[in-house]
């Protein structure tokens, strides 16, 4: 039996975690997210009853309110602890993700309130998520924090396919990895591991009322990832990228080296 804390369930890979950990009744899984009713009708229409299941009020904009989840996390596995914390909450902003990132120069006020809301809930959000968690954390058995990130983080890939487009984002997950990194100097004598894994390109419906302008962005985007990897045949299934990665993450230990490491659903650097 394993207990699970995995945050933003709601929708596209959150829920498709909770769906698969779920699966093993012995696993107990706390699932996050900002809409709590919402998300216990999604999991009661989709999922049927599960016991091992329960839906927290968590938003990562709002320190008190991941207090309180902490606590009810806390109240719900007892002197079990956390084994994996699973930091899959993010935000994707729409404002940078199609045009190269010049075409950024002339939105100021936008950027500026799109950086500030992208760097809270994808950075900031996520230091105070690990330094209230924790605590549980320690006294579970695996002691396992996993960040997910996304490949258009590591610069390698950026400079050698160009990629121009989603600056903010990238930027947020880059930083997210340092905090992974800087959690992982802290604590790593201690036995938990943190790392950063990326889920691949997922598909999760993100683009379904993008604009053919911006499609057009997002498919040169696409193309580039193709001369990157010639056997990339398009955008993983959610249920694909949630057994790679926790494949991942069942392998990784601080043994083999993997504390503060940001790695793909692959286990390597090959993003894709």
């Not at 209230?132 to 396919?161: E, H, M, T």
Request: glycine residues 10%.
């Amino acid at each position: 039996m394993a207990v699970y804390v995995v945050t933003g369930v709601s929708k596209g890979i959150g829920f498709e975690f909770l769906r698969q950990l779920s699966e093993d009744k012995d696993n107990l899984v706390i699932g996050l997210v900002r809409n709590k009713a919402a998300t216990e009708k999604k999991v009661a229409a989709e999922l049927g009853d599960r016991p091992n299941v329960h839906i927290l009020h968590g938003d990562l904009t709002n320190y008190a309110s991941l207090k309180e989840a902490t606590a009810e996390t806390a109240k719900i596995v007892g002197d079990r602890g956390v084994d994996y914390l699973v930091a899959n909450a993010g935000l994707v902003p729409e404002f940078d993700a199609y045009g190269p990132v010049s075409a950024l120069a002339d939105k100021i006020e936008e950027v500026d309130a799109g950086a500030a809301e992208t760097f809270q809930t994808n950075v900031t959000g996520q230091l105070h998520l690990f330094n209230l968690f924790v605590p549980l954390v320690k006294k579970g058995k695996a002691k396992k924090v996993i960040a997910i990130s996304s490949g258009v983080a590591d610069i390698d890939l950026v400079n050698q396919c160009e990629i121009d487009v989603g600056p903010i984002y990238a930027a947020s997950k880059a930083a997210l990895n340092i905090i992974v990194a800087k959690f992982n100097a802290q604590y790593k004598k201690e036995g938990i591991l943190f790392v950063s894994i990326s889920p691949g390109l997922v598909e999760v419906g993100r683009y379904a009322n993008a604009t053919p302008e911006q499609m057009n962005g997002m498919m040169g985007f696409v193309g580039k990832l193709a001369s990157y990897a010639p056997h990339f045949k398009g955008p993983i299934t959610p249920e694909e990228s949630v057994k790679a990665v926790r494949s991942v993450w069942e392998k990784a230990s601080i043994e083999e080296g993997y504390g503060g490491a940001f790695i793909s659903h692959l286990g390597n650097k090959q993003w894709v």
